[in-house]
């Protein structure tokens, strides 16, 4: 088993940044994919990044590209999504997800574990 725990959502104002940490604990960090989705009210989770094991592959959805970096530190079993120019659009709950294996377009079904979420809030 995989614990993950999200943290650093906040309410930030149009053009801010934030930036979220997801900790886990249970099992070796980085045997793990690790990836953030977001949820946001009535609609269907979507993904925004993953980072291989050693942080050297990332992918991102275009809505989030150019804005958005993740990373991660193996040593601190923590992932990090790095958010700026934030919009209200992005607006959401997000969820960190670890799953053990790399591919483009993986889907909420392919990952293993998830964490309960923070909630990220964008006034304009």
């Known amino acids: 088993q995989v614990q993950l725990v999200e943290s650093g959502g906040g309410l930030v104002q149009t053009g801010g940044s934030l930036r979220l940490s997801c900790a886990a604990s249970?099992?070796?960090?980085?045997?793990?994919?690790m990836a953030w989705f977001r949820q946001a009210p009535g609609k269907e989770r979507e993904f925004v990044s993953m980072?291989?094991?050693?942080?050297?592959?990332?992918d991102y959805a275009d809505s989030v590209k150019g804005r958005f970096t993740i990373s991660r530190d193996n040593a601190k079993n923590t992932v990090y999504l790095q958010m700026n120019s934030l919009k209200p659009e992005d607006t959401a709950a997000y969820y960190c997800?670890?799953?053990?294996?790399?591919?483009?377009?993986?889907?909420?079904?392919?990952?293993?574990?998830w964490g309960q979420g923070t909630q990220v809030t964008v006034s304009s």
């Open positions: 997800a670890a799953t053990q294996r790399w591919a483009l377009g993986l889907t909420r079904a392919d990952y293993d574990y």
């Open positions: 249970g099992h070796t960090f980085s045997k793990y994919v």
């Open positions: 980072i291989s094991w050693s942080g050297g592959m990332m």
